[in-house]
């Protein structure tokens, strides 16, 4: 599921495989060890130069993992995905609790895919700052890791660093280093598309913010098309 922020729907999210060969016939039950197949992406975020883990857990930041795929095909005699389709943003599952100075309890379950150099993987919205975590290379997400991304977080300048720490128990560990950024928020007038409408209106989330009109002036002397804001 695309949002998996509740129980039923992260729970759904998951995909475990368990095989046993050479198998007789017997009374006995088969112990069947199912191991995940899917990418575990945790996010924790850390406070440095002017937060705290109290004001964070005030301001509750609002956590993507962007344009991921959501489907695809698994192949029980290769162990391998294909057909990847639907990509799409993923809500993570849990609230934020306070752990060893941080804020924990963010985790999505991502199809194992390759993600591109430069894709945007975490937007993280705080107190209505955006940051985008970018990819340096291209990676992989592979099957049956878990990954914890610790972000830290300044309020006095445009940046954030990210490291990783491990605290996986039946999910494989893996380390991987991201820096994310915060976002300039511009709109270019010229990709704009008043093919449906003549009024759009800006978003800050679910705040309107500001209105973009089509507009046609008409005059004596004037006679053209004009974008108010």
């Not at 129980?7 to 495989?17: A, L, V």
């Not at 016939?25 to 924790?44: C, M």
């Not at 991502?110 to 430069?118: A, E, K, L, M, Y």
């Not at 507009?215 to 974008?227: G, R």
Request: glycine share 2%; hydrophobic share 35%; proline share 4%.
């Amino acid at each position: 599921p695309k949002d998996q922020s509740t129980p039923t729907s992260f729970s759904t999210s998951d995909f475990m495989i368990a095989t046993a060969n050479g198998i007789a016939t017997s009374e006995d039950p088969v112990a069947l060890a199912f191991n995940h197949k899917l990418f575990k992406l945790n996010i924790q975020l850390k406070a440095k130069n002017g937060y705290t883990p109290e004001t964070m857990l005030a301001a509750n930041p609002t956590v993507k993992i962007k344009n991921v795929y959501t489907k695809a095909y698994y192949d029980l005699n290769t162990d391998k995905f294909t057909d990847f389709s639907e990509k799409a943003d993923i809500i993570p599952y849990g609230n934020w609790v306070i752990e060893d100075d941080m804020l924990c309890g963010k985790s999505a379950i991502i199809i194992p895919q390759t993600v591109p150099q430069s894709h945007i993987i975490v937007e993280l919205y705080v107190e209505n700052r955006l940051f985008e975590g970018k990819q340096d290379e291209e990676r992989q997400f592979p099957s049956g890791i878990a990954e914890d991304n610790t972000i830290s977080l300044f309020s006095s300048n445009d940046a954030t660093e990210t490291s990783i720490t491990t605290t996986v128990s039946s999910w494989i560990s893996q380390q991987n280093n991201m820096t994310a950024t915060e976002a300039k928020t511009v709109i270019q007038i010229s990709e704009l598309d008043f093919t449906s409408s003549n009024v759009l209106r800006v978003m800050n989330k679910e705040k309107q913010v500001a209105e973009i009109c089509l507009e046609y002036l008409c005059t004596d002397q004037l006679e053209k098309q004009a974008i108010v804001i």
